[in-house]
C-alpha cells in the first residue's frame, strides 16, 4: 500500500489547533504518513512545524484567487485535506473544487462576534460545515453546532493538549509568587486573551467583592488584548488587587504557583487552562459553559457566567476550606489521568483518515 499522503490547513494558528497541529504531524510522520502544513509564514516561526518532520507551504490566510491557488497546489496528490477551523475550511474546500479529495475539519472553537459580523460568521459556518466529508468537534457542544450548520458527519475529536514538564520545586514557586505580588495573600490566576469573551470585567466585578475577604486575594491574569486599556483603567480607579502581566510563555509554572485558577470565560472547548489546572492539581473555579463541564467532571467548583456574586462566593468558599482544596487538588489530578492522551488522538485522526483514503484509493 502507498503512503498516506496528508495535508493540514490552519488560518490564523491559534495556540490551541497550531500545538495541536504540531503534536498530530509528529505523530502521523512517526506512523510513516506523509505531512504538509499549509500556514501563513509566521505560524510555522511561532510552532515550527518544519522540525517534526512535515513539509511547509507558507499560504496567507486570504481568500483571494492567488492564494487559493497556491494552496490547491500544496493539496494536489493528497489523499486526505484536514482544516483547522470553519475559515480554513473553506479556502480548502474553495482550493479543492472539482478534485475527489475528502476534507476533513477539526472545529476547536468558536466565535463570537456580535451584530453583521455575527451573520457572516454564521454562514461561514455553515459552508465549513457543509463541506466537511467528516467534521471533528473538540467539545460535544461543537459537534452539535456542526450538525446544526449541516454538517453530513459530525464527531467528537479526542483532542490531547501536551503535557507540560516542569518540577515544581516549592523554593521557586514561592518566589514565583513573591514577584507576582502574592506575599501573605492567596494568589488567583488566570490566563487568556484580554476580550470580551473571556469574562475578565466580571473577574474584576468579582475581585472587587473579594476586597472584603481578610487577607484579600491577589488576582494575576496572564495575556494581552484589545480590552488590556479598559481593564488596566478599571483595576487602577477602583484600586483592585489585580495585576495583568502580559502574554507568557510560562503558562504552567504559573499555574503550579497559584492557590486557585480562574476561568471566568463566556464560552470555552478544551480549554487548556483547565487541563494545566487539573493536571498541576491546582484549585480550579470555573464557569459551567461550553465545554468544560465536560472536560471537569466533578473536580471543580463550577458558577454560571456572568455571575461576579457567584464568582466570588465560590473563590472566597474555597480560600477559607483547605479540606475541599485538597479533595478537589485530587479529583483534578483523577480526572486528567482519563483524558486522551496524544497518542489516542492521532490514532482516532489516522482512523478517519483510512476510512476516507481507502474508498477513494480503490477507485483510483
Do not use: N
Not at 209 to 224: N, R, T
Amino acid at each position: 500500500m502507498s503512503q498516506l499522503r496528508t495535508v493540514q490547513v490552519l488560518g490564523g494558528g491559534g495556540a490551541g489547533s497550531g500545538a495541536h497541529v504540531g503534536s498530530l504531524a509528529a505523530g502521523l510522520i512517526a506512523r510513516g504518513v506523509q505531512v504538509t502544513v499549509c500556514a501563513p509564514a509566521a505560524v510555522d516561526l511561532v510552532h515550527g512545524f518544519s522540525s517534526t518532520g512535515a513539509r511547509f507551504a507558507a499560504v496567507p490566510r486570504r481568500s483571494d484567487p492567488v492564494s487559493v491557488a497556491a494552496l490547491r497546489s500544496a493539496c494536489l496528490g493528497a489523499d486526505v485535506v484536514h482544516a483547522h477551523g470553519p475559515h480554513a475550511a473553506v479556502r480548502a474546500a474553495a482550493a479543492l473544487g472539482g478534485l475527489r479529495t475528502p476534507l476533513v475539519v477539526t472545529w476547536h472553537g468558536r466565535s463570537h462576534a456580535e451584530g453583521a459580523r455575527r451573520h457572516v460568521r454564521h454562514l461561514l459556518e455553515v459552508r465549513a460545515a457543509r463541506a466537511a466529508a467528516v467534521l471533528l468537534g473538540t467539545s460535544s457542544d461543537l459537534v452539535d453546532r456542526g450538525r446544526r450548520r449541516g454538517a453530513r458527519d459530525a464527531r467528537l475529536a479526542p483532542v490531547a493538549a501536551p503535557v507540560p514538564r516542569m518540577a515544581a520545586d516549592p523554593a521557586h514557586l514561592a518566589k514565583v509568587r513573591a514577584e507576582l505580588g502574592a506575599v501573605g495573600s492567596p494568589l488567583l490566576f488566570s490566563a487568556g486573551s484580554l476580550v470580551p469573551r473571556h469574562g475578565y470585567g466580571v473577574l474584576l466585578d468579582a475581585a472587587r467583592i473579594m476586597g472584603a475577604l481578610d487577607p484579600v486575594p491577589q488576582v494575576v491574569v496572564a495575556g494581552e488584548g484589545r480590552e488590556r486599556a479598559a481593564l488596566q483603567r478599571r483595576i487602577k480607579g477602583e484600586r483592585l488587587p489585580v495585576r495583568l502581566i502580559g502574554a507568557r510563555d510560562d503558562i504552567p509554572e504559573l499555574v503550579a504557583a497559584a492557590d486557585l485558577v480562574v476561568i471566568p470565560s463566556r464560552w470555552e472547548a478544551r480549554s487548556r487552562l483547565a487541563q494545566d489546572a487539573l493536571r498541576a492539581g491546582t484549585p480550579l473555579v470555573a464557569t459551567a459553559v461550553g465545554g468544560i463541564p465536560e472536560l471537569v467532571g466533578d473536580a471543580a467548583e463550577l458558577v454560571p457566567y456572568g455571575d461576579p456574586g457567584a464568582l466570588a462566593r465560590a473563590i472566597g468558599g474555597l480560600l477559607v476550606d483547605p479540606d475541599r482544596r485538597a479533595l478537589l487538588a485530587a479529583e483534578g489530578r483523577a480526572q486528567a489521568a482519563g483524558w486522551p492522551t496524544e497518542e489516542d488522538t492521532i490514532t482516532h485522526v489516522l482512523t478517519v483518515y483510512d476510512e476516507l483514503a481507502q474508498p477513494l484509493t480503490r477507485t483510483r
